[in-house]
């Protein structure tokens, strides 16, 4: 892909230029120098790749919203440089970067390390809630916050310009950057692909983590067919600096087994040639009509599943999935049908559509909703305006002008409405 497409990564190498290169992925809110602490005794191996994610560390800030887009950034990356083949090591988002690359191109990764990592980061409300607060308030509240997620209290008091240097990286991000990356994890969920890596893996946690701890790693190493557990003891969230020298003896030990005995005299991993597929001598058995026609007969009902599955994926992404997942649960024989309805329909048919993007479509749904005075659905469509992207003072403006056009009385119980809901939204968690 072109450069315009995938915008080249801020990077660092460090180590010997004939070396096997190996990588290193950061967490959401840090930096490349979350691993300063490593590379001194990495680089006796390897020659050493380090990046920052946009809008990090002085990084140029272009949004990634997905982590397939951060890996692919990453791949774009190396492309130009002229790595092919690699080890990677990541921590927490870091990590599913290096979870995306040994699924999407598995020939491209000779080893993995997943560190903090989880097949799914919390829950997708979590991290758009999250979005929400920095949209309002920008970073200050979550870098104030954050030595709490990433040491152990012991550690934070007795570092205090680690934990200093933690809430400069994370104040000095660029917020659109930040969003668009609590937006990758929200989306964010391998676990029904975890079968499906292939490489020699290290799944490695601290003991204290509470944002990814030991029952995330253990889910990871139950599923990855290659894949062994190392926890830390006395570690938190960000394991490479609470405890360096365990974290570096890990891998030294992980990437040493799992990956350099396989490289020839010429630093160049050997693959084994793939084997080869049997050819068929006989034309495969026809297929039944009969297994046939029920498909073809039936394109009303695929059409009809399809716009659900859209629905249900947008209706989620939009309103959270605990609302979601309430309003399903409420359903009966009676109202099933109608939550069908609403999810092939308004979901599936209207908010999918491409002509409106969603903060545009939020505005018509306030405005709607104050005409028709239902501040039940009020509630919660403004909840949905704070995810896709519309501030609290742009909330303010589309009810100022409801009150022209729909009613003071309307628009006045509105008010009342929207503002609980924006200080709830908004307030961040201490």
């Known amino acids: 892909m072109s450069e315009t497409t995938n915008p080249a990564l801020q990077y660092r190498f460090d180590g010997p230029d004939d070396a096997p290169v190996l990588i290193l992925g950061p967490s959401l809110g840090t930096t490349w120098h979350m691993w300063d602490r490593q590379v001194p005794e990495l680089i006796k191996q390897w ?11 002085g990084a140029p800030a272009h949004p990634a919203d997905s982590v397939g887009d951060l890996a692919a950034r990453l791949l774009a990356t190396l492309d130009g440089l002229g790595v092919q083949r690699f080890g990677y090591a990541g921590c927490a988002l870091g990590g599913a970067i290096g979870a995306e690359l040994a699924l999407r191109h598995p020939d491209r990764l000779a080893s993995l390390a997943l560190i903090a990592a989880s097949p799914r980061f919390g829950s997708a409300d979590e991290f758009r809630q999250r979005g929400v607060i920095v949209r309002t308030n920008g970073l200050d509240p979550i870098a104030r916050t954050s030595p709490e997620r990433w040491f152990t209290g012991g550690f934070a008091a007795a570092q205090p310009a680690i934990t200093e ?5 994370v104040r000095t991000t660029d917020p659109g950057c930040y969003i668009a990356a609590c937006e990758a994890l929200a989306t964010f969920d391998m676990r029904a692909d975890l079968a499906r890596i292939g490489v020699p893996t290290l799944v490695l946690v601290g003991s204290d983590d509470q944002v990814t701890g030991p029952a995330e790693a253990r889910t990871l190493v139950a599923g990855i067919p290659d894949a062994r557990l190392a926890v830390v003891p ?17 891998l030294v030990r992980h990437f040493s087994t799992a990956w350099l005995p396989g490289f020839d005299a010429t630093g160049t991993m050997a693959i084994p040639p793939a084997p ?5 001598t006989a034309a495969p058995p026809a297929v039944p009509v009969a297994e046939i026609a029920p498909a073809a007969a039936q394109p009303e009902h695929a059409a009809r599943q399809d716009a659900y599955d859209t629905g249900i994926k947008v209706r989620r992404e939009v309103l959270g999935d605990a609302h979601v997942d309430r309003a399903l649960a409420s359903a009966d024989e009676f109202s099933g049908d109608f939550q069908e309805f609403i999810t ?10 491409p ?13 709607a909703l104050v005409a028709g005075g239902h501040t039940d659905e009020l509630a919660f469509h403004t909840r949905a305006a704070l995810r896709n992207g519309l501030t609290p003072v742009e909330i303010k403006e589309v009810l100022l002008q409801a009150a022209v056009y729909c009613g003071v009385p309307a628009a006045h119980s509105a008010f009342k409405v929207a503002q609980q809901v924006i200080r709830e939204e908004t307030t961040p968690q201490e």
């Open 355 to 367: 002509g409106l993007d969603r903060r545009s479509r939020s505005c018509v749904t306030l405005t």
């Open 234 to 250: 006395g570690a938190s969230h960000l394991v490479p600096v609470e405890q360096p020298a365990a974290v570096t003896d890990l």
């Open 276 to 280: 080869v597929k049997p050819v068929l």
């Open 47 to 57: 020659r050493v790749f380090r990046f920052d994610l946009p809008g990090h560390g």
């Open 344 to 353: 092939r329909y308004a979901w599936g048919e209207i908010w999918s559509r």
């Open 165 to 169: 240097w933690a809430v400069q990286m």
